[in-house]
């Protein structure tokens, strides 16, 4: 199998639009614009400064931020101590604090703080001048916004709202930005590691990715709850002591609806068949131990007697999909081609989860 890790740039502004929870649309100008980028650092700065002027021509977001300063007359709270200290009533004016609208608020600076890290990281220096001028024309735009210097706590402090939902996917960009940035060895700068080299990052991404879909698109084949689920142990006997220990068992994505229920497996890996290159090459079989004790136990439930199971794997070469009735239920394992054009990826996810794809073999 090639690496998965080879995908696409268009792709991955499919991925990365729905593991952040927003529907792309092929006429989007992200998408569009998104076709110039040679790698991930030229694509985050130009989702990053396609939606930072779609924000501006919004009008960008404002907060109350403290004001201290002395005026000629009294605004917000008085500062009475500090008025005195300074001489300022003998000169007529008055140490006030107030709140005022203002641009410069922590949004709006965590977003120019990456676009400017991600600006003058070498590697996008080696962009087309085209892209380089749009994203120097953006930063200009936010000349009045200050940096920030960047943590990871800052990005649990924006607290999101029907006046700032636009943001949502801006600061998700930010914030994966800053999980790939790295020190130089030499303290000289800074540098961006590529996200899809990281396997950790990427699995939760797939996940997402595949969450986000079902949730948009699988209700037009009948599924009425997708989500995540606790699957409880069934056990005989024992000692609450040692149900204690037993591991949890929670679900990626759960499909339901009055006639089906599947349970779905996200596996980004290298490799979902081991061994050698000939016959020899099987299932990784702790993959297929874990869902199927997952459909196993929940089969136990009332209601669940017939749910399946799916294990889905990334692929950019090979596919595959396999199925099997094991004690009754159906458990299947295939592939998502990430190399194909993205309608083919649309119609491979949703094939896998509907009724011609999940017969009995």
Known sequence: MAPV??????????LLSYAWGRLPEDD??????????TDTVQLLARLLATGVRHAIRQGLNRDYLPRAEELPGIRGRLQFAE????MSFKRGRAQCEYDELDHNNLPNRIIKT????LFYSPTFQEAKSELKDDVAAVL??????????LRPALFHRVRLHRSNAHYGMLLSICELAFDCLLPERDQSGRRFKNF?????LMATLYENFVRNFYDRHARILGYTRIGATKVDWVVNGGTAASAAVLPEMRTDITLESPARKIIVDCKFTEHALDGGRNDGRKLLSGNLYQIFAYVKNQSRKDGWQGCEGL?????IE??????YDMDGNRIAAATVNLDRPWKEIHDRLLELIGKQQMARP
Do not use: G, M, W
């Not at 008025?83 to 300074?86: F, G, V």
């Open 140 to 149: 200009k735009q936010l000349d009045s916004i200050e940096t920030e210097e």
């Open 114 to 117: 990456t676009l400017e890290n």
């Open 311 to 315: 294990l889905l794997y990334p692929a």
């Open 196 to 200: 899809v080299q990281d396997r950790q």
């Open 5 to 14: 890790t080879k995908i696409p740039i268009r792709n991955l502004y499919y």
């Open 318 to 323: 090979d596919e595959f999909h396999h199925t």
């Open 83 to 86: 008025s005195i200290r300074r």
């Open 28 to 37: 989007d100008p992200a998408c569009v614009d998104a076709l110039d980028a």
